[in-house]
Each structure stands twice: as C-alpha cells, then as structure tokens.
C-alpha cells in the first residue's frame, strides 16, 4: 500500500472519529459510553482535586497518584478537542486529495498549467 493511500486512510479515520464523537456529545441520551466516561472521569478528578487539599504533602505517593487523577481527566478533554479539530481539517485534506487525483485522470499538469490551474500538488486555496 502506498503512503498517500495510509495516509487518505488516516485522514478517513480521523474523519470518523471526530464525527462520532460529535454525535455522542451532542446526543440528548444520557448513557452514551463516552459521556458515561467523561462524567466519570471528571468525578474522579473533583474527588482528587479536595483530596490534595487535605494529603499529607510528605506522602509523595499519594499526591503523585491524586495528581495523576487529575491530569488523566485533563488528558481526556484535551485529546477530545482535539478529536473534534482533527475531523474537519482530515476531511478538507482528504477532499483535497481526492480532488487532485480526479484532476490527474483528466488532465496533465502542463495542460492545467496551461488553463491556468494549480499544479503540483496545490489546490485553488493556496
């Protein structure tokens, strides 16, 4: 398999994976697996966060695990953001990419130089 064919696999990916967490962030049904998740992770993080105001700050450990609670839920938000950015961006690339090759079936790139066309890999945004 060729890089540009991994790579438009990927850009799909990214593409279904960010609309359907979409769909579950936006759902009206209360049991969806990924809020269930996000809720309970955030729970989690609150309890850690009240617990650090009361651990003995020696008990390396302890902070260290609490910490880690917290930054667990942090993670979570952070790679679901960016879950959410990455779908359109990957489906505006794969777009791209797809336009490209219908244009390289059709005609060559002096032609398109010719008409005044992108070449080389660029598209009529740049």
């Known amino acids: ?70 930054r667990r839920f942090d993670d979570l938000v952070k790679w679901l953001h960016e879950l959410l950015i990455a779908g359109p961006e990957a489906e505006r690339q794969l777009n791209d990419l797809q336009m490209q090759e219908a244009r390289g079936l059709v005609i060559d790139e002096q032609t398109a130089a010719q008409l005044g066309l992108p070449t080389n890999g660029a598209t009529d945004d740049d």
């Open 1 to 70: 398999m060729d890089q540009t064919a991994i790579y438009k696999l990927g850009l799909r990916r990214d593409v279904e994976l960010s609309a359907k967490v979409e769909v579950e962030l936006t759902s009206r049904l209360r049991s969806e697996p990924l809020l269930v998740v996000l809720n309970a992770a955030k729970e989690s993080a609150a309890e850690a966060l009240a617990a650090l105001v009361w651990v003995d700050a020696a008990d390396h450990a302890e902070v260290r695990r609490l910490q880690n609670e917290v």
